[in-house]
């Protein structure tokens, strides 16, 4: 807390001043037991909370007049009791404090919001090269004291998979190293799916991703967002009884992360938009993991019938031995020939398409148990 929510001295004093006159009968019968016990902790210049100042900014408002009643009245001593004249400017620059802090708030809360979530290898899966897993977590106590409600990111979910990204450290100046290829919402939070680009930095990224995972390393995720609707609560204690009168269920919440929090949090019930999720190097939330690795880096065949395929390597390879009889003639001529390099690639795809070639001609088991069985009649 801020050093303006601590009693001035004057304040302390007129607290002692009312709390003596309180002892001596002149309170009247209108006091409550809560003033006195937090007029005890002004007048010992304890740091008073948030709750107290709202409500002694409110007190003053609807009873400064009681500075003006005779100074043996209960009025009188009502006004000591919350701390005297000074008590007055006090609890208003203290509560204007507070305002402007939650306009701060509210101004960040406009902003582009990161979160962090954790990303782990469970299982691979042979298909088009990316990363499966949670990209947020609902009912998680994050270290930003936020707690996502269930569903809160739902409506945001149709334009992220549209036009959102798959970026590199937030790096939204830098070529997306992916795209989204699925964003669902699973009741536990949102399950994505992205897909790595082939760009030269995508593809440096998905190795450093499958070599730790392989490792069984972590890898995080963290996703760029607007928030839409939040409620501000005292304390853990305060979410969870905000969720239940939100009629919100609470075993969709971690409740004992959530209950250890002794600070100002936020419940967010409406993601405005999220823009991005990236691949970082610290995760925050461990509980928010990938299920899955798909290996072969988003390859554009994918999908192909071989058929299809073998048609572009036809048409790759003519391709190439044009190229190389032209760049053959025009050395000969030179009197020089292809390179080193040149010619042993060119040897190399040789030897893959003779071994393919001979393992596609050799017979099947039919064939060579009916060959068997010829031998023997």
Sequence with gaps: MPEIFYPPKAVQNACKRGLYMFEQGMGGDGLEPATIKEARSMAAGEQQTENKIRKGYRWWVRNARFLDEPEDSPAYVAALLWGGRTAKAWFTSAYNYIIDQEQNRQMNMTKIQHRQFDLRMDDAVESKGGLKGTALAYGKMDSYMTVFAPGSATAALPDFVANGSFLAAHDADDLAIGYIRSAVDTGAGVEVEVDYHTTGDAQDARTVAMERLAAGKRVGLSIGFNIGDYVE?????????????????????????????????????????????????????????????????????????????????????????????????????????????????????????????????????????????????
């Design 233 to 377: 609560l005292q304390n853990g204690d305060a979410l969870l009884e905000m969720a239940a009168t939100m009629n919100m269920d609470l075993n969709a919440f971690d409740v004992e992360s959530i209950r250890k929090c002794q600070r100002e949090c936020y419940l967010i019930t409406r993601i405005a938009k999220i823009f991005e999720v990236s691949q970082v190097n610290f995760p925050a939330v461990p509980e928010s993991e990938a299920t899955a690795v798909r290996h072969d880096l988003g390859s554009a065949h994918a999908g192909m019938t071989l058929a299809d395929q073998l048609d572009l390597v036809h048409d790759a390879i003519e391709s190439a031995t044009k190229r190389a009889t032209e760049v053959f003639e025009l050395r000969s001529e030179q009197n020089k020939t292809l390179g080193k390099t040149s010619i042993e690639k060119l040897e190399q795809l040789r030897g893959k398409l003779d071994s393919l070639i001979q393992a596609a001609s050799a017979p099947t088991a039919l064939e060579r148990q009916a060959e068997k069985f010829a031998k023997l009649r």
